[in-house]
């Protein structure tokens, strides 16, 4: 089955079909990796893929298959060559023989004539496996204190002090790194937000834009995904805890408002907005424009993400978007988990059991639990948690991406470290709710699994950091009466954002970290004075 997508290209959709016509014809693939958000994929659509020398050059030597990075997320994790669009060019077994971004019509023309020289010369011989998934062997090692110290040194070391964040190229806002540096390095991480606040942060429509294309924020890439909008107002939440800072909390409260509006489908979140020169006009001029494309596939993932972000935000502020994440939780329930399994998107062509589906997911009901109550959340997390420890949980403790079976490498599984890590934080936390060690015991093998190479690990990698460290000393668990009582309030706003708060039919509220139980307390006061340093400023 072929479709064209609106260039001259007869493109394959991705699945065993294009390997098996490679395979008998005797030609390479040809794999387009897009986005609906992606303005550069648009751009190679306009100018390349619609040349028709171009497009008859592709049909006579290639078979061509063409994949929504989205919708097929395993796909991208193999074989995404730095960004997108990404042009990779695999034998019938999907091995790689070469790969690209953004090419344009001359790029792309002596691209193709490489490949095919290569192909006649070599044929499969010329294919390589990727090494992320040529080795399943994985660094064990202890949990240790020093996993967050070697962090801390590097979130330290690899800062921009002119222009704040960390990269020394292009400017992505890491909102885990950020998150890690508000508790252990404060100033680099409000320099951090600032930074992502000033160039990133869409002041007109709300909402951020994904990275930047220079070390100074300069030529922001515009289009706006709902995953990475939900990790900001998590970071930015987090800012607005840790130092009351008014502008944080406004930035926040704009992205909510951008989440519950232009990426509401009416059920739930929707998965991206477009880039645009839209962005580029005058506030005025905006006014008259159609806003770009939303697209409103719902992602069980980014909708995982953007209800505990929700929820996280209202636990500090009493916002009413905590009940967008009600509804957004209890459709993808509804639509996308069937007795803990999670399905990707609701279409024939989605798959299921995704680590990070399961992971995200699971962290939004562990947050609607704390902030909402624990009714109707934890019955299904557990039945995800379940359901992933006992599909994806591999004999070495790490969880794979997702069942090893499908077209090209997807039946060669990946071991992702910031899945693994959203994965083991989420189950510390649903261990919290329900006390059941067991959840712990998970938690630590899949963080453990990677422990061995903790000292070769960067910045990219602080949300693994701050996960091993709430393993390691065990997470604050505040335990209230009923959600809407000032106790359990209070707790939500104590400046810990590692904490778990568990409310219950009691009448008093306890901390517990490790060992040790506070006294009981009856007065917010007394809970402030016996869980933390004091309430939020």
Aim: hydrophobic fraction near 40%; charge should be negative; include cysteine.
């Amino acid at each position: 089955m072929t479709f064209r997508d609106g260039t001259l290209v007869d493109w394959y959709e991705w699945g065993p079909e294009p390997f098996e016509i490679a395979e008998r014809a005797g030609k390479p693939v040809l794999c387009a990796l897009t986005a609906p958000w992606c303005a550069w994929c648009d751009r190679m659509d306009e100018e390349s893929y619609s040349d028709p020398k171009l497009a008859a050059n592709i049909g006579d030597s290639f078979v061509p298959v063409r994949v929504d990075v989205d919708r097929h997320p395993r796909v991208r994790e193999r074989y995404n060559m730095g960004g997108f669009p990404t042009t990779v060019f695999l034998t019938p077994d999907g091995e790689v023989l070469s790969g690209a971004t953004y090419l344009g019509p001359d790029g792309l023309r002596q691209v193709l004539d490489s490949i095919r020289a290569s192909w006649d010369a070599k044929g499969t011989s010329a294919g390589r496996v990727p090494r992320t998934v040529s080795s399943a062997d994985l660094p064990s090692g202890e949990i240790t204190a020093d996993i967050e110290a070697h962090m801390v040194e590097q979130v330290a070391a690899a800062f921009d002090d002119e222009h704040g964040g960390w990269g020394t190229d292009a400017k992505f806002p890491l909102p885990r790194t950020v998150e890690l540096a508000l508790k252990r390095d404060r100033d680099r991480g409000t320099r951090t937000l600032d930074a992502v606040q000033t160039h990133l942060f869409d002041t007109y429509d709300g909402g951020f834009y994904r990275f930047a294309e220079t070390r100074r924020w300069g030529e922001p890439h515009r289009e706006k995904l709902v995953d990475e909008n939900a990790a900001l107002l998590r970071a930015f939440t987090t800012g607005y805890l840790y130092t009351g800072d008014e502008s944080y909390r406004r930035t926040a409260e704009r992205t909510v408002d951008y989440l519950t509006t232009t990426a509401w489908t009416g059920d739930a979140f929707a998965g991206s907005q477009a880039a645009s020169d839209y962005y580029t006009l005058e506030p005025t001029e905006r006014e008259e424009a159609k806003p770009p494309h939303v697209d409103p596939t719902v992602f069980a993932d980014r909708n995982g993400l953007a209800a505990e972000a929700l929820c996280r935000f209202a636990a500090i502020t009493d916002h009413g978007g905590a009940r967008y994440a009600e509804r957004a939780l209890e459709h993808v329930l509804e639509t996308l988990v069937d007795d803990g399994h999670v399905t990707h998107f609701d279409g024939e062509r989605s798959e299921t059991g995704l680590l990070a589906d399961h992971a995200r997911v699971l962290s939004g009901l562990t947050a609607a639990a704390q902030v909402l109550g624990p009714d109707g959340w934890i019955d299904p997390a557990r039945a995800i948690a379940d359901d992933a420890i006992d599909r994806l949980a591999t004999a070495d403790g790490s969880f794979r991406d997702g069942q090893p079976s499908g077209a090209g490498l997807l039946d060669r599984p990946l071991y992702p470290l910031g899945t693994n890590a959203e994965m083991a934080d989420a189950l510390l936390d649903l261990a919290a709710l329900t006390g059941e060690d067991r959840y712990v015991a998970a938690a630590e093998d899949a963080l453990s699994a990677f422990a061995g190479a903790y000292d070769r690990m960067g910045v990219e990698a602080a949300g693994y950091a701050a996960g091993c460290a709430r393993a390691h000393y065990e997470p604050l668990v505040v335990r209230t009466p009923p959600v809407g009582t000032d106790l359990h309030r209070v707790a939500l706003r104590l400046a810990d954002h590692e904490k778990v708060v568990v409310p219950e039919d009691r009448d008093d509220a306890v901390a517990i970290r490790a060992d040790h139980t506070t006294a009981p307390a009856v007065t917010p006061d007394e809970l402030l004075e016996r869980a933390s340093d004091g309430p939020l400023p």
